[in-house]
T-cell receptor
Framework: KAGVTQTPRYLIKTRGQQVTLSCSPISGHRSVSWYQQTPGQGLQFLFEYFSETQRNKGNFPGRFSGRQFSNSRSEMNVSTLELGDSALYLC????????????FGQGTRLTVV | AQKITQTQPGMFVQEKEAVTLDCTYDTSDQSYGLFWYKQPSSGEMIFLIYQGSYDEQNATEGRYSLNFQKARKSANLVISASQLGDSAMYFCAPTSGSARQLTFGSGTQLTVLP
């Protein structure tokens, strides 16, 4: 059974641009969460989606947005990129929210120059 | 926001020995979960083990076990018979709130020595 797939794995963007990252959860999983990991702030929760609805959102500016499609695949978008957005973006999938197992993808490493 | 403390930023252990990684948290929730993840240098977060706050038994998963002390709000990960491939960053992540989102500690970098 395939794991969580995040694309692309690496991305370089320029300040001011926007970017879209994709996450395909494990087959049958309907909950997807996104996290940002930086050396300074560690792992921080961005948002969670379940059945195409955002259930929860972390403390990030409105430039960070996401959505989930009917097949449970999720995308996150960052507009007007800043240097500080450079990070590893990880998504996690679980059968349902609050499940006892949450599996992560390999992440997308975004570099903003 | 919940505070998670992993007091050991770095640890070394000899191959084949056991090692304990500490984690304390300050949740006010009555019901919560506690996850441990391993992150090798490749970046992927690998799920290791889960403990529910109402589980009576400490969780075990192969060479991984949890020393869960609910009253002390402590959930230490024990790795038995360490292997070179265990060298990685280890994160403790309790759930928070009714949405039970994961909140991560700062991690412990474990190095297994041959």
């Amino acid at each position: 059974k395939a794991g969580v797939t995040q694309t692309p794995r690496y991305l370089i963007k320029t300040r001011g641009q926007q970017v879209t990252l994709s996450c395909s959860p494990i087959s049958g999983h309907r909950s997807v969460s996104w996290y940002q990991q930086t050396p300074g702030q560690g792992l921080q929760f961005l948002f969670e989606y379940f059945s195409e609805t955002q259930r929860n959102k972390g403390n990030f500016p409105g430039r960070f947005s996401g959505r989930q499609f009917s097949n449970s695949r999720s995308e996150m978008n960052v507009s007007t990129l800043e240097l500080g957005d450079s990070a590893l973006y990880l998504c996690a999938s679980s059968l349902v929210p609050s499940n006892t197992e949450a599996f992560f993808g390999q992440g997308t490493r975004l570099t903003v120059v | 926001a919940q505070k998670i403390t992993q007091t050991q930023p770095g640890m070394f252990v000899q191959e084949k020995e056991a090692v304990t990684l500490d984690c304390t948290y300050d949740t006010s929730d009555q019901s919560y979960g506690l996850f441990w993840y391993k992150q090798p240098s490749s970046g992927e977060m690998i799920f290791l083990i889960y403990q529910g706050s109402y589980d009576e038994q400490n969780a075990t998963e192969g060479r991984y076990s949890l020393n869960f002390q609910k009253a002390r709000k402590s959930a230490n990960l024990v790795i038995s018979a360490s292997q070179l491939g265990d060298s990685a960053m280890y994160f403790c992540a309790p759930t928070s709130g009714s949405a039970r989102q994961l909140t991560f500690g700062s991690g412990t970098q474990l190095t297994v020595l041959p």
